[in-house]
């Protein structure tokens, strides 16, 4: 069974923060309150982890994830940011917005699309981006509902009930609202394509 960290959404104790972080750090799988939905993460870096979050979520090896990144400094060691990509995003985030991004050559490959593309979030949560800054590295990001079903997680108890026995640690961060995050591609500078309608808006687009 994870172990549960109730942690303040609003003010996370540093030292919460340290535990999950040395989860992650050790190579377990989280899950976690972000600014849409609970999701369900491990470090980027961490091989074994990534695969073990693509049998629980019995994902399609050909679908990588999208990953969270602290800033928008933190984003372009690993995504390709055009001037008028950096300026968009400066002002979305953080914030509810998922950015389809030309991958960099720090991305592990496991993260990156067949056209070498990564979808990166900095979410507009407290949680989510003192978790990173501790763990030092960007944190894998998915839903956490099963590939196809309905997001069903709204508080840590969800979250136990469905992941209890298949996850390192539960963040439980009070409730949640699910609503994804709004998918925006900007791997064309010029253009900038809405791929899917979430929690955020769409009118900067």
Do not use: W
């Not at 961490?46 to 979520?57: D, E």
């Not at 300026?87 to 067949?114: A, W």
């Amino acid at each position: 069974m994870g172990k549960i960290l109730r942690i303040n959404p609003e003010n996370p104790q540093a030292r919460l923060i340290e535990q999950a972080a040395e989860i992650l750090r050790s190579g377990g799988v989280l899950c976690y309150p972000t600014d849409t939905m609970y999701g369900i993460g491990c470090d980027i870096f961490n091989q074994k982890a990534v695969k073990r979050i693509y049998q629980i979520k019995h994902r399609a090896k050909d679908k990588p994830f999208s990953f969270m990144c602290d800033s928008l400094t933190n984003i372009s060691a690993y995504g390709h940011v055009g001037n008028k990509a950096y300026r968009l995003m400066r002002r979305c985030l953080p914030g509810p917005y998922t950015f389809v991004l030309p991958g960099t050559k720090l991305t592990p490959k496991i993260m990156l699309t067949r056209q070498k593309t990564v979808g990166i979030r900095v979410p507009n949560s407290p949680i989510c981006l003192a978790l990173i800054a501790a763990l030092g590295n960007p944190v894998l990001n998915t839903s956490a509902h099963e590939e196809g079903g309905e997001a069903l997680v709204r508080d840590a108890l969800d979250a136990e009930d469905l992941f209890g026995k298949l996850v390192d640690g539960i963040v439980d961060g009070g409730e949640l609202t699910p609503e994804p995050s709004t998918v925006v591609s900007l791997v064309d500078d010029d253009r900038p394509e809405v791929l899917r309608k979430g929690k955020g808006s769409c009118d900067l687009f």
